[in-house]
């Protein structure tokens, strides 16, 4: 008993209310292993030096980083359209935040496990889009288009590159309203070719992706700040 | 003054090897990295006069010079971490995500008199 009451004491100063219990861990992200290393191998001198509220790799405040796993759905079993490829419902529950930590970045991270390549003509060959959703959607019920708000199109052609948005905003208009519908993403193809008709079927297999959040605990930074 | 036997340098202040095992406290099955670490403390005398690696306040000079005039009445300087340096720890939340948080003053790199 005695135990336990100094463990829940120990974790609470470390910031945390209970002791994690993880039950389908997922692989680390590399960029938190890089930023875990490079922080690790720095001279002890240089750590006590360096801010430690500031997140240089991203050059942002903060001295906490969560990489969220998406836990949305596809809206449509299979390919929904000839040249629309897949139509996804993303959802990060961003209410593990604790209310003294303020968030400072949000960037969503699209990857493809797939390494082809398909080189067209005219360059573009995929076509994305992404709306912050403001109503819920079933499973195989298309969003209605007037509840949803667009927020980055763009084309692409490699599909072994991760892509990165930027999302702070949204992030941040989630934790103020207390009311995050997620996201939805579109991918469709610019073109009837055969090549990338095949792919558009498969690439719901092989999409991957990932919200990081960088948050900044007023707590612990503030009085550290305070003594520097 | 003459009769005070000088006090052997080994038992001076300063800090002393203290590696933290997370596996020890049974958090292994959350904790991603590292696995433990050397956290570090301090221990040792504070005895007058107090030398410049001691790493001294003005007061607790004052302190000695006190307690070596009254031992009883007035207690040597505490040997306490002057200096800190903090960690990145890698773990599972909750709800199974993976954070990477920074925490201040979590091993000691010198200790001094106060």
Partial sequence: MELSLQESLLLKSLGLSTKPSPKS????????????????????????????CRVEEFNVPGNIIRVFPDQGHFIH????????????????????????????????????????????????????????????????????????????????????????FNLSGVAKEWRMSSRNLGLILEISVSNGDSDLQRLCASIDSFLDTSLLVVTLSQQQCKASRRRR | NAHHAPVTPSNLCKPRRLYISFSDVGWENWIIAPQGYMANYCLG????????????????????????????????????????????????????????????????DECGCR
């Fill in chain 1, 25 to 52: 861990p997922i692989p680390v992200p590399p960029v938190l292993w890089r930023i875990f290393q490079r922080r690790k191998t720095l001279p002890s001198a240089n750590k006590a030096l360096a801010d430690g």
């Fill in chain 1, 77 to 164: 079993e299979g390919q929904p359209g000839r040249l629309l490829c897949l139509q996804k419902r993303l959802y990060f529950n961003l209410s593990v935040l604790e209310e003294g930590e303020r968030l400072t970045m949000a960037q969503l991270e699209i990857k493809f496990s797939c390494n082809s390549y398909h080189a067209s003509s005219q360059g573009q060959v995929f076509e994305l889009r992404l709306y912050q959703s403001s109503q819920m959607s079933l499973r195989g019920v298309p969003p209605q288009r007037h509840g949803r708000k667009l927020l980055v199109e763009q084309s692409f052609a490699q599909l072994h590159k991760s892509l990165l």
């Fill in chain 2, 45 to 108: 005398e504070c005895p007058f006069p107090l030398t410049a690696e001691l790493n001294s306040t003005n007061h607790a000079i004052l302190q000695t010079v006190v307690h070596s005039l009254d031992p009883e009445g007035t207690p040597q300087p505490c040997c306490v971490p002057v200096r800190l340096s903090p960690i990145s720890i890698l773990y599972y939340d909750n709800s199974d995500n993976v954070v990477l948080r920074h925490y201040e003053d979590m091993v000691v």
